[in-house]
């Protein structure tokens, strides 16, 4: 038949080599008997004077000392937030560090001759390891201060992000969705609609006031040689060309105005107009190096074509 810890204790007890009762043991039968005591958590918890095997500490209290008695076994367990203060002498802990308990926790405590106590072992009542970081009252140096969880919803203060990649959507105060944006800040952002729906109406009101210029640089039409070069109003409000072979000059079909300069080059050929409505002006010619400018205009009641030779 096996034998039980019960069993082997009762013939310690009447073993007069094994000498239980320097450990808290004080009766046969006592682990199978006794009932778990209570301890107060203090700055002097006196663990290794309670005459019980089982102790319950309740309490939040930083113990710093166990109180002192030699030669004593004690079984723990936590009720509350209690801090285990360590001590290289007189309340040695594992690792050397702080415990911070929680409801359930247990350890193993023992007392040298000369009365010092040793955590000799410490369980968490969840299974991790004891300094391990998902018990969220473990928080050396502030480490939760320093750490952003995976999944967490937590509200960060003073961090600088660097190549921050947002996927998703973005809210929040900092984000104003104003098409008129009429809170004018200097710091808050806009949404991309917002932005659009602001551009938009810019474009589109009339009579507005203007007091800054702007400068454009010409689009290059490059070298027309053959075949017919139709305008675009809506590309951009000058535009320029080289003459290099006889073709042909039309308005396109977007309404709008812009100038366009041409210059003869040295095999320039005769230039000859298509679909305008009107053509007024200079005539174009073959001059090697001269220049025109051409007044382009498309609009609801037709298109005209205005040559200025300038030479």
Known sequence: MAT??????????????????????????????????????AATTDLLGSDA???????????????????????????????LTHNAVSLILPGAANIVAVANDAAIVISDDVGNARVVAYQRAGGEALNGLARSSYDPAGISEQLVGLTATQALSNKTLSSAVLDGGVSGTAVKDEDDMSSDSATALSTQQAIKAYVDALLTTENQALTGGATVTSKNLGT???????LDMGDRPLQHATNNGAHTLAPGTVKGSCLVDIVNGASAGAITTSGWTKVAGDSFDTTNGNKFRCHCSVGEQGSLLIVQAMQ
Do not use: C, H, M
Not at 8 to 24: C, F, K, Q
Not at 63 to 72: H, K, L, M, Q, V
Not at 224 to 230: D, E, F, K, V, Y
């Open 4 to 41: 039980t810890l019960t069993d082997r204790v009762t013939a310690a007890s009447l073993s007069t080599s094994v000498p239980i009762a320097a450990y808290g043991f004080t009766g046969l039968g006592v682990l199978a008997s006794a009932n778990e005591a209570e301890l107060a958590s």
């Open 224 to 230: 027309q040689s053959s075949g017919t070069l139709t």
């Open 53 to 83: 095997v089982f102790n319950r500490i309740t309490g939040t209290a930083t113990i710093s000392s166990f109180g002192s008695a030699p030669n004593r076994f004690k079984l723990v367990r936590f009720t509350g937030a209690a801090t």
